[in-house]
């Protein structure tokens, strides 16, 4: 009788062992998890990423990269203070909207930087996520703890984006606050509201890049070559890809002037398409929308569309509106490189 019980006891430890939720991990199958202890590891590989970022020679350009662009908003925002006296008077000055979207013929606009400079946060940021602990060895003993492997892919995305989303907010709260203190000109809620999304479009900006160059880390074994191929497709579409539509568009409309108002509609509604390929020109276009409430459409019009058009700013809600397709289409190219990320990463080999 002293021998049966524990024999129960050790058959009911096996049942309850045998129903429960195991974690793969490469090629091995681990001891149960509950969701508490999932969630707790999973919070726990995202404070290391953003540990990790912070403490590394990357995060030195990034605190480079947002004090170059501290200094030249606020020049730019100078600038915009001597139009004060109509910044109180008029209602459709909008100054805070005019730190982010006025320029001299010197220095462009604050927007026109973070199109410039973003991808490059991004891609720095994630070049070596995957490589550089493959190569070192610390990968292996990663995965053979009781994680799951997509929670190491997914904390090697949202660790440096939360960095990003740091850094973003913290240099616009400290832009707007200082200009704030030095006219005493009160910020409206319809331009707080838009100086807010237009952060958010932005760390959607950086998300691409930055799930682009995780997905060149897992390809590529070597850091070097992933950081190349981030900057290659960073490159094409900032300079190369523009060039290419004017090419095209030149050899299909040799003599604009000779077409009619539709056929050279037609042919501008084709060039604008084409260049909306690139992820760089949805940006513009989301940002510019929001920062600019006067801009009405974000293509070619005629005449007698223009005609009768009340010259009034837009609301926040139409302004999304207009540019839904630009979010849109970030939204989805920044899911689908993901995806294919975690389709390679969960099928990739791991070698100690």
């Not at 006296?85 to 730190?99: G, N, P, Q």
């Not at 981030?230 to 030149?250: D, E, Q, S």
């Not at 509604?269 to 909306?276: P, V």
Request: proline share 5%; glycine share 4%.
């Amino acid at each position: 009788m002293a021998n049966i019980l524990p024999l129960k006891k050790t058959n009911q430890k096996a049942a309850a062992f045998k129903h429960a939720p195991f974690a793969k991990v490469g090629d091995f199958w681990h001891a149960p998890v509950t969701g508490r202890d999932t969630n707790s590891a999973f919070i726990t590989l995202v404070s290391k990423e953003m540990r990790a970022a912070v403490r590394s020679w990357k995060f030195t350009i990034l605190i480079l990269l947002v004090t170059l662009i501290f200094i030249a908003s606020s020049y730019v925002s100078m600038l915009a203070l001597s139009n004060l006296r109509d910044a109180v008077t008029s209602e459709k000055f909008h100054l805070y909207l005019k730190l982010f979207t006025t320029s001299e013929q010197s220095i462009p606009p604050f927007y026109v930087f973070l199109n410039f400079l973003a991808p490059l946060l991004g891609i720095s940021l994630g070049f070596d996520s995957i490589n550089s602990e493959r190569n070192n060895g610390t990968l292996m003993p990663l995965l053979s703890q009781a994680l799951f492997r997509d929670d190491v892919l997914l904390s090697k995305f949202i660790g440096p984006l939360n960095v990003v989303a740091i850094l973003f907010l913290s240099i616009t709260l400290m832009m707007l606050g200082t200009v704030m203190l030095i006219t005493g000109v009160p910020l409206s809620p319809m331009e707080f509201t838009r100086i807010i999304l237009f952060v958010l479009i932005t760390i959607l900006y950086v998300g691409f890049w930055l799930s682009f160059a995780v997905f060149c880390s897992i390809v590529f074994n070597q850091p070097s070559t992933s950081a190349l191929a981030a900057i290659g497709l960073w490159l094409f579409f900032t300079v190369f890809y523009p060039m290419l539509v004017n090419l095209l568009m030149t050899m299909l409309v040799a003599n604009p002037g000779n077409l009619q108002e539709s056929e050279y509609l037609q042919y501008a509604d084709i060039a604008i398409n084409l260049s909306r390929i690139s992820p760089s020109q949805l940006y513009n276009d989301a940002t510019a929308t929001l920062l600019i409430p006067s801009v009405r459409t974000l293509g070619p019009m005629s005449l007698e569309q223009t005609f009768g058009a009340i010259p009034s700013d837009l609301t926040v809600s139409n302004s999304l509106t207009i540019i839904f397709p630009q979010l849109s289409g970030l939204l989805a190219s920044s899911v689908t490189i993901f995806a294919l990320c975690y389709f390679l990463f969960m099928r990739k080999e791991i070698r100690a």
